[in-house]
């Protein structure tokens, strides 16, 4: 009997010091993650383009950013399309030693409703998270065109939770986001406005906004109405740690043209990234109004 009790004993301690092994190294590995994400200096430009975009929508806005830079200061691109089967294809690298490189995610599924802002935001978490793995990063930048920034509004508020102690989005500038579609009354607010709304107090509180809105019309920007766009003060105000809503007119205003717009391009360099066309860091706080001179 004392025999089997030892046996028996013996096998137990034997299967533990065989799992503790696995056990140690998950933990060490996992330790060395979180070190160099913490250590990490990427600091990317992820961007989202609105309905019907394709990942090449930002091409221009890019090209425009980097005009006047050297070439090992010019900002690289990584393009990741979501396919509806859950697979991912990326297209472009992130150069090495580049800091705030800019990420364009995109979607098979990039048709307009709520229905699909919905899935495109579940589509956009599972591309963040690799990216995460991959890059590991401590901080963001967001952007999002259109419905881009109502996919981005979704994400926060439903996805972005379990990466905040780690991964800190420090800005978000939304593009004519039409965050009560087509309505032009703030009295009557869709089912999505509604929603999010109501879960804005995810939202995280660190979180600087920027809401550009184009008039072409001086009510809407050939397609999104101007109050539309305004409508995401009920969203964001006193809920993150500060909310400006900018108007741009003049050429290029209206909606598709808007992120090449010359005028969001400086309030991108501006407002979303640490360096301007010399290279330089913006030393400018958050709150800082925005006047024509400096446009």
Known sequence: MKNKNLLFLSLVFL???LLAVPTRVWTRKNATNIDTMRASRLSPVIMIPGSSATVNRFDPLVKLLNQGLPKNKRHSILKMKVYNSGKIISSGSLRKG???PIIVVGFENNH??????KKQSKMFAKAFNLLTKTYKFNNFKALGHSNGGLIYT????????????????????????PYNFDEQSDTKKTQMLTDFIKKSSKLPKSLVVYSVAGTENYSSDGLVPIQSVQAGKYIYQKKVKSFMEITVTGVNAQHSSLPQNKQIVRLIKQYMLKRNNKGDFLRRQDNDKISDEKL
């Open 15 to 17: 299967l533990l010091g």
């Open 98 to 100: 580049d800091n705030e």
């Open 112 to 117: 307009d409703g709520y229905v699909n802002i």
């Open 154 to 177: 979704a994400f926060l508020e439903n996805y972005y939770a379990p990466y905040s102690n780690d991964i800190k989005v420090t800005k978000l500038m939304t593009i004519g986001s």
